[in-house]
Nanobody
Framework: QVQLAESGGGLVQAGGSLRLSCAAS?????????VQWFRQPPGKEREFVAR????????VYADSVKGRFTISRDNAKNTVYLQMNSLKSEDTANYFC?????WGKGTLVTVSS
């Protein structure tokens, strides 16, 4: 059974950057299946952030993060990353990694204005 572990969250000032990691254990990411990042802001529903699929060249982003966030993967490390730049207060949320039916427990990102 695949287990996903997110890391890299924390407190950052608006305009700053963070890089989140999603490491898989108990199995490997199938290169051709998508891995997604979702987020859940306080008091709101979970929302899609970004997806990477294929060999890593296929990416999709929510409009709210397009141009600021970059999703990437390191197949050798079985890890997917989310580079977040120009962070805004509205990016504050618990960020989750998703692969097939598997979800991580999330990592909290707090952006102070």
């Amino acid at each position: 059974q695949v287990q996903l572990a997110e890391s890299g969250g924390g407190l950052v000032q608006a305009g700053g950057s963070l890089r989140l990691s999603c490491a898989a254990s108990g199995g490997t990411f199938n290169t051709y299946l998508g891995v997604q990042w979702f987020r859940q802001p306080p008091g709101k529903e979970r929302e899609f952030v970004a997806r990477i699929y294929g060999s890593g060249s296929g990416t999709v982003y929510a409009d709210s993060v397009k141009g600021r966030f970059t999703i990437s993967r390191d197949n050798a490390k079985n890890t997917v990353y989310l580079q977040m730049n120009s962070l805004k207060s509205e990016d504050t949320a618990n960020y989750f990694c998703n692969y097939r039916e598997y979800w991580g427990k999330g990592t909290l990102v707090t952006v102070s204005s």
